[in-house]
């Protein structure tokens, strides 16, 4: 079998082929020149009912030298590929497939860097053999796995190990240290050799402290109306009882701040709440002429009792007589007269 490369000419393409390709592992080179073609070998003769002996014994001779040439010039390009001279492609075309070559040019021949350059290539085309091998393998293995029933087997350590294989990967990094991890980034995560160290010495210590941070990396999914808000509950209460109440004391509080608050407008908004309004004074125009001569009265009355005796005449004038007359009567002169006696009996 050829060891050959994969390319397309970038203006002879065929996308479908191209991202089958990829897909199965194959790189596939895009080329701004057309490769040469490697010879293909000739097609042997048919003979026809009106051929005659002789036509057909030339086309016979014919086919053979073809054949000769064919297998000298298909020797010569092979020979030229292993020393270097030459690189073989695989050329995809836009509606067909076919086996072409390059020449390698000279002073990278001179410099003896040809062979070396196949050397490795041949390598690597074999490290992606395997790789390919491999990742085929994966894929079936994946697929074949949901077809096997495996309800009656029991469950094995190997098993549970993968279990916790898994599960590290919610593991904190602050208890990076109580696994057996030590002088390491602490921010880094763990990366598969680390988890299949931490596996193969696996404690009761250590299984517990995986498993809860495997719970708490979860619990980040719980939501109002979901079941795992009840189970963060749940385990809050059991782990952390006195800030767990704390916190949803804090929250009471508001809560119920804001319903009296909503209660009260409630209250205010229902129809039913409207005749029991009624009873507060209803405005009438009788009400403010009731309240009128109580406040002329009663602020006059006070002045005249604040001012000393001999200065309440002073105050009195002809434009505020008729007022005068309803804060000056013989009642309200004997208040302040009736103070000052009462006064003097005090200290008496």
Not at 99 to 128: F, H, N
Not at 158 to 163: A, R, S
Not at 175 to 196: C, F, I, N, Q, S
């Amino acid at each position: 079998m050829l060891d050959t490369n994969l390319c397309q000419y970038q203006y002879d393409t065929n996308e479908a082929v191209a991202s089958r390709l990829a897909e199965m592992g194959y790189e596939i080179e895009t080329v701004s020149d057309y490769p040469k073609r490697f010879p293909t070998e000739p097609d042997a003769p048919q003979r026809e009912e009106d051929d005659t002996d002789e036509e057909y014994a030339d086309m016979v001779q014919d086919y053979q030298e073809e054949m000769q040439e064919y297998y000298t010039e298909r020797a010569e390009l092979l020979s030229k590929s292993e020393a270097g001279e030459i690189t073989l492609y695989i050329w995809v075309g836009r509606n067909d497939v076919t086996l072409g070559y390059k020449a390698v040019p000279v002073k990278q021949r001179e410099d003896g860097s040809a062979s070396t350059a196949i050397i490795a290539d041949l390598k690597a085309k074999d490290m992606r053999n395997k790789e390919i091998a491999v990742e085929h393998t994966i894929a079936d293995t994946k697929e074949q796995i949901k077809k096997v029933d495996i309800t009656e087997a029991k469950f094995s350590n190997e098993e549970d190990k993968m279990i916790y294989f898994f599960l590290l990967s919610s593991l904190r990094r602050e208890h990076y240290e109580a696994v057996g991890l030590t002088d390491r980034d602490p921010y880094k995560a763990l990366d598969d050799m680390e988890k299949m160290a931490i596996i193969a010495k696996l404690n009761a210590k250590t299984k517990a402290i995986i498993r809860r941070d495997f719970l708490i990396a979860n619990f980040q999914g719980a939501y109002r109306t979901n079941a795992i808000s009840g189970l963060l509950f749940a385990f809050a209460k059991k782990h952390m009882p006195d800030e767990f109440a704390a916190i949803e004391s804090q929250y009471n509080e508001i809560y119920e701040k804001r319903h009296k608050r909503l209660e009260e407008r409630i209250a205010q908004l229902r129809p039913t709440d409207l005749p029991e309004a009624e009873p507060e004074a209803p405005e009438t125009a009788e009400t403010p002429e009731a309240d009128e001569p109580e406040e002329a009265v009663t602020d006059p009355a006070e002045e005249i009792a604040a001012e000393p005796a001999d200065k309440a005449p002073e105050e009195t004038t002809e434009e505020t007589t008729e007022e005068a007359e309803v804060i000056q009567p013989d009642p309200a002169e004997d208040a302040p007269q009736g103070s000052d006696n009462d006064t003097e009996e005090a200290a008496a």
